[in-house]
T-cell receptor
């Protein structure tokens, strides 16, 4: 149980394009999902908290207009990196928390490379 | 500033030994504590959660919590080379916007 999927697992795009990443909780409902970014050999960095049916809460320094988050259902959150640039190249990981629980389960991550 | 601190390591142990990973936290209101394992290039996976003072055992893993000392540890018995990874400690306080507070992780190397 507690499986989280992410799609795509890897994406390469040209600078200036937008990329959408999907995060799904497959066997539980998640009122809250989280989006993290991790650069090579660095620690996890929380980007935003995604709440079903409401606006996401962004961490300080994360541009909400650049990283669009939509959490339209209890099993799906999406992160769209708009007008991606090479500095946005990173490992993006989502996690989902089952409703009324405090444990987070992670998706396998999406490796984004912007050329 | 709520923090979770871990020794970055690397912690190196021989195969078959006990690996001891430690974590301290600053938020006395923290209610839950988690250990995640992250292999290089992969996402974190949950190993253990602990909520009450004392020990919690799951297979080769034992989590220990001491709320008075604000200290959480993870013991790995009979360490295997496949245990080589970064171990992340996290605390949770329901009043903290429902976020986990993460340590930076301890790198563990188990040598055959």
């Amino acid at each position: 149980g507690a499986v989280v999927s992410q799609h795509p697992s890897r994406v390469i795009c040209k600078s200036g394009t937008s990329v959408k990443i999907e995060c799904r909780s497959l066997d539980f409902q998640a009122t809250t999902m989280f989006w993290y970014r991790q650069f090579p050999k660095q620690s996890l960095m929380l980007m935003a908290t995604s709440n079903e049916g409401s606006k996401a809460t962004y961490e300080q320094g994360v541009e909400k207009d650049k990283f669009l988050i939509n959490h339209a259902s209890l099993t799906l959150s999406t992160l769209t990196v708009t007008s991606a640039h090479p500095e946005d190249s990173s490992f993006y990981i989502c996690s989902a928390r089952p409703t009324l629980r405090d444990t987070q389960y992670f998706g396998p991550g999406t490796r984004l490379t912007v050329l | 500033q709520k923090e979770v601190e871990q020794n970055s390591g690397p912690l190196s142990v021989p195969e078959g030994a006990i690996a001891s990973l430690n974590c301290t936290y600053s938020d006395r209101g923290s209610q839950s504590f988690f250990w995640y394992r992250q292999y290089s290039g992969k996402s974190p996976e949950l190993i253990m959660s602990i909520y009450s003072n004392g020990d919690k055992e799951d297979g080769r893993f034992t989590a220990q919590l001491n709320k008075a000392s604000q200290y959480v540890s993870l013991l790995i018995r009979d360490s295997q080379p496949s245990d080589s990874a970064t171990y992340l400690c996290a605390s949770y306080n329901a009043g903290n916007n429902r976020k986990l507070i993460w340590g930076l992780g301890t790198s563990l190397a188990v040598n055959p």
